[in-house]
Structures are given as C-alpha cells and as structure tokens.
C-alpha cells in the first residue's frame, strides 16, 4: 500500500491527499512532527532529504516534491487527470507551473507570516508576507480569467492542475484574501470543495488550521 507522508495544514501535501482520493487510490496517511524535529531524524531524511512534507513510498520507491508526487500517481493509475496527449499534457504542466511558481509563492509567503510563524514561535517577515500580497494581486486575476474561459484550468476537463491549484487557494479567507473578488475562481473552488476527495481530508482548509496536524 501507498504511504503519504502529509500534514493536514499544507497545501503541498493536500493537493497530494486531494489527488490521491480523487484517483481512488489506496493509501495510508502518516504526519510528521516537523516542530517537534520528526522531520529532521535520519530514518525520515532517507524518505525526504529536506525533512519536509509532503513525501511518497511506494514499496520499494520513495519520492518527494508534490507535483513529482502527483505526476506519478496519475500515472500509474494511468489516468487522464495527466493525460499522454502531448499537447494536453504540456497545457496542464503549463498551469502547474504557473500555479507553482506564482500562486504559490504568493500563498506561502502570507501563510507561513500570518499564521504558521506565530503558531510555532518564528520571527514573522513583514517584506515577504507584503511580496506575497503583491504576487495574490497580480497573478490571482489571470487564474480568474482563465477560469471564465474555460471549466478548468487547463481545458473544459478535470486534470492535476485543479487540484494543485485547489489546495493553494483553499486558505484564501485565512489569509484575509476576499475570494468574491475573483468570482470564476470563487465558483470553481465551490464546486470542486463539495466533492468527495475534497471531503475524506476535511470539510474546508479551516479545520486544518485548527487541528494539530
């Protein structure tokens, strides 16, 4: 059986969960203690060098980073979440990529400064937490936009860009980010949050942040 390693308050590790139900793999769940160094300890650096979450074991086999992680299990359920058309697939990397390097990097940056570095005692960084505001600013609009043309991001199909882009806009209200403002984004998160891979992990991102990990 598949073992994720993930905690419930990560976006990287959900959109792994949320990908993994979606596919309606079989898996267990394992968190990882990063407060208290679990992440730190050798026997979890052989999984994931850097010590953090999300990470995969498949038998034998272990990986990390998240979209490596999803990348591999759409494809060895051989689904077309992650289709083989090459066209296809180098638009749905294209969002991925986009969402990756911009969304997320915004999202990251006022997340960890608003609500992780005061919940596990780090200095909060006011500049980066301000870049972070800036990225939502500008790159949000373009996903909205995108989400008017099309049902999903990558096409008028469901594909692992969603659901990526999913977890990295699930705790918008957290981090005061008023989701009407983009309301094909706002629609599009709706409908894919009452869903049941959304649903198995948590009712919404809010009780993640409420629970331990």
């Given at each position: ?188 998160r ?17 009780e993640?942040?409420?629970a331990?990990?």
């Amino acid at each position: 059986m598949l073992t994720i390693y993930a905690l419930t308050m990560s976006p990287p590790a959900l959109k792994v969960l949320y990908v993994a139900n979606a596919l309606g793999l079989e898996y267990e769940q394992k968190g990882v203690k990063l407060a208290e160094g679990e992440g730190q300890s050798e026997q979890y650096k052989r999984i994931h060098p850097a010590g953090k979450v999300p990470a995969l074991v498949d038998g034998d086999f272990t990986l990390f980073e998240s979209n490596a992680i999803i990348k591999y299990l759409a494809r060895k359920a051989d689904s077309a979440l992650y289709p083989d058309d090459l066209k296809k697939q180098a638009i749905i990397d294209q969002w991925v990529d986009f969402v990756s390097q911009h969304i997320h990097n915004g999202i990251s940056r006022v997340l960890w400064n608003k609500m992780m570095a005061p919940k596990f005692g780090f200095d909060v960084d006011e500049n980066s937490m301000k870049c972070g505001y800036e990225f939502l600013e500008k790159y949000l609009p373009i996903v909205d936009a995108q989400l008017g043309k099309t049902k999903y991001l990558a096409g008028d199909e469901i594909s692992i860009a969603d659901y990526i882009l999913l977890a990295h806009v699930d705790p918008l209200e957290a981090i005061e980010i008023d989701v009407n403002k983009y309301p094909n984004l706002a629609r599009w998160r709706e409908a894919l949050r009452t869903q049941d891979f959304y649903q198995r992990v948590h009712k919404f991102y809010g009780e993640a942040l409420m629970a331990k990990g």
